[in-house]
């Protein structure tokens, strides 16, 4: 028998979550809320719906008896608690409850969930009073990382060079409110070098398996150069990350978070995200928690699972992930991402997109993406447009690739970075 089910997000993440769960052969008919112009190819899409919008989205699982699972992707409606809801309707849904999903939703939070298990991370302290942050960044050692508690969409984090920087970085957040409500309470942490990776894990609030690990760019420009983004470009694995860091994580970091949530009445059911320095001395330090898929650390995670999606979903729910064992395609992956001119700052939509003759093998994940109504044609709608991933059997050969494919594709305003996994 098949089994429908219902995706909520509109980006990439939500495309690559779409394109696994549709090779299922268990997975019946896909819905997507709001969904883009390329999922609309593999779900019935409600672009007329918001990710947020926690009512409208019960009412229409309500409405649809055939969803059998609902998948909840996006930070916001599980912070939000659309898990939670969706459960008190007696329905399926994959992703963890707000009470887990706090350890994105509040780094406040989350790190002092890690100084009280004694899980690794920067040394730092926490403030609710702009006087006494500002008093503080006068004497705290610089470089020094100041972050909004709340979500902000990956671009609440700042990293001060000198004292001047920081406190312009914590007037931004504190006073002049960059961030909205996220920036009531900060973070202010010692600042780490090293290397970053990323291990997204799924969980069943006791077993924890750790996927292929990837790396994410965050900055806007070539060279870490320009603002935060969400990510303009992905790889995996990341190479750097040994056998041997991956069994310490696994002991210090993966395995004592889940226990810690279950401790604390909060188990998470879910992909948990585990952003990982890597310090010089090969000390692995926790940069932060994410409660779901990273976008677009999905793009190159999802395309290299070779195990059914439907089920890894299902045991996470069940609490039957012991019974499971990822399997992974060989090949590397590269995703590159197109973002609107401006982006992520200011940028225009309604450019139509033109695709040109992209290879067989090579997936255009869809972001920013909508049908214009009057002329039918793939238009942008979003800052991060469109992610290409390529398999390659290294990760020189799959970056080829994809940087082939993304130089045929051309909106107005498109820009890319050219040094997304710029070392192999
Ligand atoms: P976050 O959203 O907390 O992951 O921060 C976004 C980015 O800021 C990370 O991916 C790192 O590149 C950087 N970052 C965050 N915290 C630190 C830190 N303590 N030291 C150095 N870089 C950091
Ligand atoms: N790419 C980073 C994130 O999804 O948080």
């Given at each position: 028998m098949k089994h429908n089910v219902l995706v909520v997000g509109g980006g990439g993440r939500e495309h690559a979550i779409a394109y696994a769960l549709a090779k299922s052969p268990q997975v019946g008919k896909l819905y997507c809320i709001p969904g883009n112009a390329g999922i609309a190819e593999l779900a019935e899409c409600r672009p007329d719906i918001k990710a947020t919008d926690l009512d409208k989205i019960v009412e229409f699982v309500k409405a649809h008896e055939d969803i059998e699972l609902t998948v909840v992707a996006p930070d916001d409606p599980l912070a939000m608690g659309l898990v939670d809801r969706l459960e008190s309707e007696g329905k399926r849904a994959f992703g963890p409850r707000a009470n887990a999903a706090i350890i994105e939703?509040?780094?406040?939070?989350?790190?002092?969930?890690?100084?009280?298990?004694?899980?690794?991370?920067?040394?730092?302290?926490?403030?609710?009073?702009?006087?006494?942050?500002?008093?503080?960044?006068?004497t705290c050692p610089v470089p020094t990382v100041i972050k909004a508690d709340g979500l902000a969409l990956g671009k609440g984090v700042i990293i001060a060079q000198n004292r001047e920087e920081a406190r312009a970085g914590l007037k931004e957040i504190m006073l002049d409110k960059a961030f909205g409500s996220a920036g009531a309470n900060v973070v202010i942490e010692e600042f780490l070098t090293g290397f970053e990776v990323s291990v997204l894990a799924f969980s069943d609030g006791k077993t924890v398996i750790p996927m292929a690990s990837s790396q994410d760019h965050k900055r806007a420009h070539d060279g870490d150069t320009g603002l935060n983004t969400g990510g303009m470009g992905t790889f995996s694995p990341q190479d750097k990350y040994t056998p041997d860091m991956a069994k310490r994580a696994m002991e210090t970091v993966f395995v004592p978070t889940v226990r810690a949530l279950e401790k604390e009445g909060r188990p998470f059911k879910g992909v948990l995200y585990f952003g990982?320095?890597?310090?010089?001395?090969?000390?692995?330090?926790?940069?932060?928690?994410?409660?779901?898929?990273?976008?677009?650390?999905?793009?190159?995670i999802l395309p290299r699972l070779k195990n059914d999606l439907f089920d890894v979903f299902n045991a996470c729910i069940d609490g039957t992930l012991d019974k499971i064992t990822l399997e992974w395609d060989e090949r590397a992956a590269v995703c590159v991402v197109a973002a609107s001119g401006g982006y992520p700052l200011k940028y225009e939509k309604g450019k139509k997109i033109t695709f040109g003759d992209i290879d067989k093998d090579v997936i255009?994940?869809?972001?920013?993406?909508?049908?214009?109504?009057?002329?039918?044609?793939?238009?942008?709608?979003?800052?991060?447009?469109?992610?290409?991933?390529?398999?390659?059997?290294?990760?020189?050969?799959?970056?080829?690739?994809?940087?082939?494919?993304?130089?045929?594709?051309?909106?107005?305003g498109m820009f890319y970075r050219s040094d997304i996994c710029k070392n192999h």
């Amino acid at each position: 028998m098949k089994h429908n089910v219902l995706v909520v997000g509109g980006g990439g993440r939500e495309h690559a979550i779409a394109y696994a769960l549709a090779k299922s052969p268990q997975v019946g008919k896909l819905y997507c809320i709001p969904g883009n112009a390329g999922i609309a190819e593999l779900a019935e899409c409600r672009p007329d719906i918001k990710a947020t919008d926690l009512d409208k989205i019960v009412e229409f699982v309500k409405a649809h008896e055939d969803i059998e699972l609902t998948v909840v992707a996006p930070d916001d409606p599980l912070a939000m608690g659309l898990v939670d809801r969706l459960e008190s309707e007696g329905k399926r849904a994959f992703g963890p409850r707000a009470n887990a999903a706090i350890i994105e939703a509040s780094k406040v939070f989350s790190k002092n969930l890690m100084r009280k298990y004694s899980i690794p991370t920067a040394e730092y302290q926490t403030f609710s009073c702009y006087d006494e942050a500002a008093k503080y960044i006068e004497t705290c050692p610089v470089p020094t990382v100041i972050k909004a508690d709340g979500l902000a969409l990956g671009k609440g984090v700042i990293i001060a060079q000198n004292r001047e920087e920081a406190r312009a970085g914590l007037k931004e957040i504190m006073l002049d409110k960059a961030f909205g409500s996220a920036g009531a309470n900060v973070v202010i942490e010692e600042f780490l070098t090293g290397f970053e990776v990323s291990v997204l894990a799924f969980s069943d609030g006791k077993t924890v398996i750790p996927m292929a690990s990837s790396q994410d760019h965050k900055r806007a420009h070539d060279g870490d150069t320009g603002l935060n983004t969400g990510g303009m470009g992905t790889f995996s694995p990341q190479d750097k990350y040994t056998p041997d860091m991956a069994k310490r994580a696994m002991e210090t970091v993966f395995v004592p978070t889940v226990r810690a949530l279950e401790k604390e009445g909060r188990p998470f059911k879910g992909v948990l995200y585990f952003g990982l320095m890597i310090t010089p001395s090969g000390d692995i330090k926790v940069l932060e928690y994410n409660a779901r898929f990273g976008d677009p650390e999905a793009q190159v995670i999802l395309p290299r699972l070779k195990n059914d999606l439907f089920d890894v979903f299902n045991a996470c729910i069940d609490g039957t992930l012991d019974k499971i064992t990822l399997e992974w395609d060989e090949r590397a992956a590269v995703c590159v991402v197109a973002a609107s001119g401006g982006y992520p700052l200011k940028y225009e939509k309604g450019k139509k997109i033109t695709f040109g003759d992209i290879d067989k093998d090579v997936i255009v994940f869809h972001a920013g993406t909508a049908i214009c109504p009057d002329c039918g044609e793939t238009v942008t709608s979003g800052g991060r447009v469109l992610g290409v991933t390529a398999l390659g059997k290294t990760l020189s050969e799959a970056k080829a690739k994809a940087y082939a494919n993304i130089k045929k594709i051309s909106f107005e305003g498109m820009f890319y970075r050219s040094d997304i996994c710029k070392n192999h």
